[in-house]
């Protein structure tokens, strides 16, 4: 099963999440994204249970609780369909943002 976690402290890591999660059952997996130009942590993160039931435990216990000094959301991911724009842009090689110009 993955999980959704957000809001949380920008210390946060992988093994802060496997961690908590794991007080709940077997961790697959747990990571924080990282924004990818400054490094930093995005503030949210997945994490993926072998056992849906350990796995919905683990939601219910943890949605809007409080750890690392920050009240997070966990809910169950939904998976990305195809072809979801997610907010990203393109640049040209000569740098900078390309814009549709319909005058020229």
């Known amino acids: 099963m993955n999980i959704f976690v957000a809001k949380m402290s920008s210390a946060t890591t992988g093994d802060d999440l496997a961690t908590l999660f794991g007080e709940f059952g077997t961790v697959s997996s747990a990571k924080v994204i990282m924004d990818k130009e400054t490094g930093n942590s995005k503030c949210f993160g997945f994490v993926e249970m072998e056992d849906e039931t350990e796995g919905m435990n683990a939601i219910n216990a943890l949605n809007e609780s409080e750890f690392q000094g920050r009240k997070i959301v966990v809910k169950k991911a939904r998976p990305r369909e195809e072809g979801e724009n997610r907010g990203h842009r393109s640049f040209s090689p000569r740098g ?8 020229h």
Request: zero cysteines; aromatic letters at 12%.
């Open 96 to 103: 900078g943002e390309r814009r549709f110009n319909p005058n």
